[in-house]
């Protein structure tokens, strides 16, 4: 199941995985693998172009204040340095209602300053559920910040 492994906190870059569907849940459709990231600044998140037709994109209002937005080109890999503490809520363009949307955490002081603002982002459809969950996730991690 997909929290077996609800975030990682590795080696840089962390890949995330964008796919059509989950490798072990075909049901699950459209989805960033891990969906939430957890990663020390100075890291990088590698957003990997595994299926084809997906990006990952950094939402107004949903990443720290003086942070750098992103927008990776449908269908390929982006990698993403992420230096400032705090939230950064993404989604893949054409899937974001459908559901495929994501959270990277940078840890650090400050980290939870943004954590609000970017709950309170309107969000459409299932895209609303998930980001929903992962913020319920990022409760039960219990991070500090
Ligand atoms: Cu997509």
Redesign the pocket.
């Known amino acids: 199941m997909f929290l077996a492994a609800p975030y990682v906190r590795a080696s840089s870059p962390v890949v995330v995985d ?1 796919l ?1 569907k989950h490798p072990d849940d075909p049901k699950q459709r ?1 989805i960033f693998l891990p969906r939430l990231v957890v990663i020390d600044p100075g890291q990088s998140v590698l957003f990997k172009a595994t299926d084809p ?3 990952a994109a950094s939402v107004d209002g949903m990443i720290p204040e003086g942070a750098e937005p992103w927008e990776g080109k449908i269908g390929k890999d982006i990698e993403v340095e992420f230096t400032q503490p705090g939230v950064y809520g993404y989604v ?4 974001a209602a ?1 559901g ?1 949307v994501g959270v990277v955490v940078v840890q650090g002081e400050g980290a939870l300053d943004n954590l609000e603002a970017a709950k309170a982002v309107k969000q459409r459809a299932k895209g609303k559920r998930v980001f929903a969950e992962i913020w319920e996730e990022i409760d039960q991690l219990g991070l500090s910040g």
């Open positions: 964008m059509n459209q037709g997906h990006n893949c363009t054409p899937h459908a495929m």
